[in-house]
């Protein structure tokens, strides 16, 4: 899909003041994706123990059908911008929000493991079309005085995403009994867990009938009259829309379609900035980040905490997850991105680091000694915290940055591509990993933390206050 047009020289670099609520309500429509993104991610965490209980399985099984969404993630995102470029941004939504009930409803009703994968990786693609057609379509349709701010609704509606459906979680299980297979409106806990998300769902698919299609896609299929009055709808009419549309017509004749070819070069297979972008990908999932959203529940009751803490603790770790981007948010143009990305290294370091140490305590009863329990607990806030306060955003915002416009699609591509791969190596190896030494698995997430800093020193360029043009 391609990219969004860069500001105009006159006319449009504000809107109208009576055409900015509206504008505000298109961007927070569309990034009702970004909600089910972060939702349908995470709300599997409040499932895992009782999918591994009642399938009788074991780790590396269990595993499979948690990381199996991200194959439909890495598909969806992989197709997402010829689907939206064929039929139109809107209809790509639409058909987001329909798989997204699908996934739901099959999830929450399962007849085998196999199927419940198979609704898994249903959300997955689901997820995947969210995390491109968002951002592209806000993009598109938002005047360029407040692209940035309403382009930032994407992460910000993420990361509330997944801290509702921890809260969720957390009020069914307390609903259940404090058993994830109580019985809950005739079903399991855990089923209606994976079914509630049939609400955002369909919520998204009906605010996608009620904002327009982007008038560049209009453009680009001819329909000149309709994307002259979508532009006026939210750019307003004091804006010369002649020269609107020509400055976008010529903007989408002149781009330069990147491929994969455009990539190649240099001594190792890509040019050097495309590993760049690789290892800034790799790096933001191999600390382990997904594990706090995908197996913390597991993850506190495997050292004794009881189930019902151990929800509310993913609750809590989700709230201080939003307070971290918005932090990200305000001073990532102010700080910059490499010491945002340096301190968030530091401070994931010491809060791994701190989880490892408390993780390789014997447990006593069942549980971790008083100590070691608190020191955990408040170390894995202090780990998500440095996360989302730094690589959470910066990394999306470097990848969106750092490359010249002749391969920035294509280089973003392969690097949100390998980040999937990153994150379904991550997720599909904690628990076998976590069975064979818990602290130990937290210390491979530590190396990677403290091996980022001289990453980022040595290799990775500041973009703040740079054009897009001045990146080569």
């Given at each position: ?7 105009p ?33 995470s ?58 009930t ?27 079309m ?107 009419k ?53 594990v ?39 001073f ?15 401070g ?24 070691q ?16 306060l730094?690589w ?27 980040q ?20 130990g ?32």
């Open positions: 899909m391609t990219s969004a047009t860069q500001a020289q006159t006319g449009a670099g504000t809107a109208h003041p009576d055409h900015l609520g509206h504008v505000i309500f298109i961007a927070a429509a569309a990034a009702m994706g970004g909600f089910l993104f972060g939702y349908d991610s709300v599997i965490n409040g499932a895992v123990e009782a999918i591994r209980d009642r399938y009788d399985v074991g780790s590396a099984a269990l595993a499979q059908v948690i990381a199996v969404a991200l194959i439909g993630c890495a598909i969806g995102a992989a197709t997402a911008g010829r689907i939206a470029d064929r039929i139109g941004r809107i209809r790509c939504m639409q058909i987001a929000a329909v798989l997204f699908i996934s739901a409803v099959g999830s929450a009703l399962p007849f085998a493991l196999w199927d419940l994968a198979f609704w898994r990786i249903v959300g997955g693609f689901a997820i995947g969210a995390s491109v057609i968002g951002p592209a379509y806000i993009a598109e349709v938002a005047p360029p005085a407040y692209r940035g701010r309403l382009g930032s609704f994407q992460q910000a509606a993420i990361v509330v995403g997944i801290a509702v459906s921890q809260l969720v979680n957390w009020g069914l299980l307390n609903a259940a009994g404090g058993n994830q297979r109580g019985t809950l409106m005739g079903l399991e806990a855990w089923q209606v867990m994976l079914g509630v998300m049939v609400v955002p769902a369909v919520l998204y698919g009906m605010l996608s009938f009620a904002i327009p299609e982007s008038p560049r896609f209009l453009l680009s299929v001819g329909k000149r009259d309709r994307a002259r009055r979508i532009l006026a709808e939210v750019e307003g004091d804006v010369d829309l002649d020269a609107r549309v020509a400055e976008i017509e010529h903007a989408m004749s002149s781009e330069h379609k990147s491929t994969f070819k455009d990539l190649l070069g240099g001594g190792f297979f890509f040019k050097p900035i495309v590993w760049v972008g690789i290892g800034l990908s790799v790096f933001q999932q191999f600390v382990g980040i997904n706090a959203f995908y197996y913390s529940s597991t993850l506190w009751q495997s050292v004794g905490v009881d189930p019902a803490d151990s929800f509310f603790y993913s609750f809590t770790t989700s709230i201080i997850n939003i307070v971290g981007t918005v932090i990200a948010m305000i990532v143009d102010r700080v910059g991105r490499k010491p945002l990305a340096l301190i968030g290294s530091i994931m370091a010491v809060g791994l680091a701190l989880e490892a140490w408390a993780f390789s305590s014997h447990l006593v009863d069942g549980r971790l000694p008083a100590t329990g608190w020191v955990a607990l408040i170390a894995a806030h202090v780990f998500v915290l440095f996360f989302a730094s959470g955003v910066v990394v999306w915002v470097m990848l969106g940055e750092m490359f010249p416009n002749r391969i920035r699609a294509a280089a973003l591509g392969v690097a949100a591509a390998a999937w791969i990153a994150n379904w190596a991550i997720t599909a190896s904690f628990p076998s990993l976590a069975d064979w030494n818990l602290s698995t937290y210390v491979i997430y530590t190396v990677f933390a403290a091996l980022s800093v001289p990453f980022v020193l040595k290799f990775v360029k500041e973009t703040k206050g740079k054009s897009l043009e001045e990146m080569g």
